[in-house]
């Protein structure tokens, strides 16, 4: 069933398996991409249809993580063309996530806390986060812009499209969190005007797609459906979010979840997976990305009979590059993940997670 081709908007991948976009912390000094991370997305283009990358940095006070893959300037083209070329090597198609941490953004990177900037100046729950500095609405339209020349940079470098991270707390997700985004422009309030930012972006990377790919070029948008917090964005919001991006022509959704038939958060009396709840506003001509825990070849098969049109791993596909072969010769899957496997410092990382790890129960790190 995974098998089998399929279109996403202009794009036609090979099979329904998609690498998820994972953070390798693991750029040269100067946020080009390292030798270590060309290796990695080699080994990994081999066997999904569709490999999205890292989140990529699109301005310099886009910049969440230490040693962040960046887009933010046409110096980076070479170096991100050699990567387009390494996953397409493989067969995958290539689309890079772009990204914006906003108030998310770790603090320690920045001189000037001034350069960290938000929807609003609303600290997030989180240590390494500072307050940050609300952006001027000149600046909210600056910071489009710092998109579209992503997009535009991703064309150049021969990537068969882009996902917009809209997802897990970062810049696009806190413009539409009532939560985060209490600004008094046209670009806070109302959830239409929560919804501006991310809506006139997609539909001016739409237009610049159309002016500029000359190769066929998807544009996908990445999306957690709720917050936990109070205010914090509700499956009602989601479903109008996604009426919306359904209504511009959205080449697919990626619902982030941490489990592809996970309930809601916000309501747990209510066992119904959400992707049965959002049912009704699912455009059936829009590709569905579902994620979270689809490791083996049971979880594939009942993740597309829910409805999604394509699974994507993360953690498996770390562990296992070559897991798209293990399903269909129904081989076991690695689950020990050694330093060979990854950059050295996505190894370092995933050690400050072991915890995390070990209470899945499902990967072992081995040095
Ligand atoms: C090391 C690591 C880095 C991640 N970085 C990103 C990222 O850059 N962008 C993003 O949207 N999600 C990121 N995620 C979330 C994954 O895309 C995915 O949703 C999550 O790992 C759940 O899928 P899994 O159970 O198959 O691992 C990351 C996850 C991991 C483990």
């Not at 001189?111 to 001027?136: E, G, H, L, Y």
Request: charge should be negative; hydrophobic fraction near 40%; charged fraction near 20%.
């Amino acid at each position: 069933m995974f098998d089998t081709p399929t279109q996403i908007g202009p794009v036609t991948i090979r099979n329904r398996l998609v690498m998820a976009p994972m953070t390798t912390y693991s750029s040269n000094p100067d946020y080009t991409v390292s030798d270590q991370e060309y290796a990695y997305y080699e080994a990994r283009g081999k066997t999904v249809g569709m490999l999205i990358t890292a989140a990529v940095a699109v301005s310099k006070s886009a910049h969440a993580f230490p040693r962040q893959i960046s887009i933010e300037d046409d110096a980076f083209i070479p170096g991100l063309k050699t990567l387009a070329d390494k996953i397409k090597a493989g067969g995958a198609k290539a689309v890079i996530q772009l990204h914006h941490g906003g108030r998310m953004n770790d603090a320690s990177l920045f001189n000037n806390p001034d350069d960290i900037v938000a929807p609003s100046a609303i600290k997030a729950d989180r240590s390494f986060t500072t307050t940050p500095r609300a952006m001027t609405t000149d600046e909210v339209k600056a910071t489009q812009n710092d998109f579209l020349a992503a997009i535009s940079r991703a064309i150049q470098a021969g990537f068969d499209g882009v996902e917009l991270h809209g997802a897990n707390t970062y810049l696009l997700q806190q413009f539409f969190s009532p939560q985060s985004n209490q600004r008094t422009d046209q670009y806070g309030g109302s959830i239409e005007n929560r919804s501006r930012f991310i809506l006139e972006l997609v539909e001016a990377a739409q237009a610049l797609i159309q002016k500029e790919a000359k190769q066929p070029f998807l544009l996908g948008y990445r999306l957690s459906p709720e917050e936990r917090e109070t205010p914090g964005i509700t499956l009602a919001d989601t479903r109008y979010l996604i009426q919306k991006l359904n209504a511009l022509k959205i080449d697919y959704l990626h619902l982030s979840t941490r489990h592809f038939a996970q309930s809601s958060l916000r309501d747990p009396d209510n066992s119904t997976p959400i992707i049965e709840r959002l049912s009704d506003v699912l455009d059936p001509d829009i590709p569905l990305i579902g994620v979270g825990g689809i490791n083996e070849l049971d979880d594939v098969n009942q993740a597309l009979s829910m409805g999604y049109t394509c699974v994507a791993t993360g953690m498996t596909l770390i562990a296992d590059p070559l897991w798209g072969d293990k399903l269909r010769q129904n081989q076991p899957l690695n689950t020990v993940i050694t330093q060979d496997l990854v950059p050295d410092l996505m190894f370092e990382r995933l050690h400050r997670w072991q915890k995390i790890l070990a209470e899945g129960g499902r990967f072992i790190l081995k040095d």
